[in-house]
């Protein structure tokens, strides 16, 4: 014979509702404070570091060294004695394939990339020039040099692409001379010559 139970016999102990409500709470607040903390990565964005891009290329795996001069409006000059000056970086000094291997566990791994990058963190108006200087080679021979200059703040924008050749070490040529004009505009762009790196050795 079935026994009959009150509803109220089923019933939880009100501490333990009490406790268990409590810690609900408190999940569902921390799971809130952590969406807070650590938002959803917005995939794509990228935070720039520079309103301006310069990058110089040459062919993988050449050992000529080519250099990368940088002079600025109030004739500050950038280049791998100098990496720094006012707004202007040198990001990095590339010297062909030299402390281009690492060895690791017993194998050596080589970059065999061949490229320079300068950056301008700012938008000081004035003239800028670009040049590229043949430093040191190994093989002789002429080398064709990529030049990429780009306006990477708010958006990217390319304002000049071309590819130079240098036919000899110590050779000096004019890449790129742009200006920024008080806006912070790019108004100019040209590739008239201009020696600058004499001008390092005064």
Do not use: C
């Amino acid at each position: 014979m079935a026994m009959y139970r009150s509803p109220r016999q089923f019933d939880g102990d009100p501490f333990t509702d009490l406790l268990f409500n409590a810690l609900l709470s408190f999940t569902f607040l921390f799971l809130i404070a952590l969406i807070f903390f650590n938002p959803p990565a917005k995939t794509g964005t990228i935070t720039p570091k520079a309103d301006f891009l310069i990058t110089v290329t040459w062919e993988e795996n050449r050992p000529d060294d080519i250099d990368t001069w940088l002079q600025g409006p109030q004739g500050d000059l950038v280049w791998f004695k100098h990496p720094q000056a006012a707004l202007m970086h040198l990001d990095r000094d590339d010297r062909g394939m030299a402390n281009e291997s690492l060895l690791i566990d017993g194998r050596t791994v080589t970059n065999p990339l061949n490229q320079e990058v300068i950056t301008i963190r700012g938008r000081p108006p004035g003239e800028y020039v670009v040049n590229l200087h043949y430093y040191k080679s190994e093989t002789q021979r002429p080398v064709p040099v990529t030049v990429y200059l780009a306006e990477v703040n708010p958006v990217l924008k390319v304002l000049h692409y071309a590819t130079l050749t240098l036919e000899r070490v110590g050779e000096e040529k004019t890449a790129v001379r742009f200006t920024i004009a008080p806006s912070g505009e790019v108004v100019d762009i040209n590739t008239l010559t201009k020696s600058i790196v004499e001008l390092g050795k005064l």
